[in-house]
């Protein structure tokens, strides 16, 4: 595996994007691009970024505004900027083209999990044209809360809060994630039932969730949430991109199943191909767990698979 670590500016106008482009050793077959989640870093998925270079494929990623290296470069961790709720999808627009314009005619997938998902979805919906696919890991229906602490948010922002950090809007919106679980350890037991993967997910400098977003840039989370919804959103995406669907079904942010069954039919329901696939047992970073991660990658590589060979027929 080779790589290439590259900067660009950010849409928000303020922060500048650090991103890597992973190339396998043999001819590249395909583009994934790696949308990482909320509160993390694209470095997390280097068993699985191996894995599709492996594949064939070439895999591209970045560290959203207020995440990883480009929070750690900047020393902003708190402020996505002033620019909407596009932010980060017109971020991974803009990685896309660099990528493909290094890789010109190769099969474009998108790959996102947790909020990673839902700027995937959000981005298939305006930047759908000419992505052959998208994998979607422990995405979400109608997110608990969200609906709730929108009006709340929208006031502070303003009334000109919005560079406020105020925790007690988080915990409202994602603390009441670990409840299902028995004598659960930390708050953030829901990303695995593996506690070495909680612990190492906690470790990670690059990683954060004790320094919040800022009220604006949680609007705008939640504003993202609800652009995503219904069959309303599934409309705005091409017919022509398929989509693989997987979780856990004890992660709280696919609400056990019931929202990532939702997604598929929202899609499936306006004309869309859907495969969807749930790991009983397991949380939400299946993709990390040491029991499955294999499988877990293996399928993904099948979907990506099968669609190359519709494409190139």
């Known amino acids: 595996m080779a790589f290439r670590e590259l900067s660009f500016p950010s849409f928000n106008q303020n922060d500048t994007i650090q991103a890597w482009i992973y190339t396998p050793i043999r001819k590249p077959r395909g583009i994934v691009q790696l949308v ?107 997110f608990p809360r969200a609906e709730e602490i929108v009006p709340a948010l929208e006031a502070l922002v303003a009334e000109g809060k919005g560079e406020l950090v105020d925790p007690s809007y988080l915990v409202n919106l994602m603390g009441w994630m670990t409840e299902r679980y028995e004598n659960p350890v930390t708050p953030n037991d829901w990303i695995s039932g593996d506690p070495d993967v909680v612990a190492d997910h906690a470790s990670d400098p690059f990683n954060n969730f004790t320094a919040p977003p800022n009220l604006r840039s949680l609007y705008y989370f939640v504003l993202m949430m609800q652009t995503i919804v219904g069959k309303q959103w599934a409309e705005k995406v091409p017919t022509a991109i398929p989509f693989y669907n997987i979780a856990g079904d004890q992660d709280p942010v696919g609400q056990y199943g019931e929202g990532v069954y939702a997604v598929s039919n929202w899609l499936a329901e306006t004309g869309h191909k859907v495969k969807t696939k749930l790991y009983s047992g ?32």
Request: with cysteine.
């Open 36 to 142: 990482h989640g909320f509160g993390e870093h694209s470095r997390r998925y280097l068993h699985m970024i191996l894995k599709l270079n492996e594949a064939g494929f070439v895999v591209a990623a970045d560290d959203h505004v207020g995440h990883g290296k480009t929070a750690r470069e900047s020393g902003n961790w708190s402020d996505w900027g002033d620019k909407g709720h596009l932010t980060m999808a017109e971020d991974e627009h803009t990685l896309r083209k660099i990528v493909q314009e290094a890789y010109p005619g190769l099969p474009y997938f998108m790959y996102g999990h947790s909020m990673g998902s839902m700027i995937a979805r959000q981005y298939a919906a305006v930047y759908g044209d000419g992505v052959d696919g998208v994998i979607l890991c422990g995405t979400s229906g109608v």
């Open 282 to 313: 397991y949380r939400h970073e299946i993709h990390n767990d040491r029991d499955i991660r294999d499988e877990v990658e293996d399928g993904m590589i099948d979907f990506l698979n099968s669609v190359m060979e519709k494409v190139n027929k």
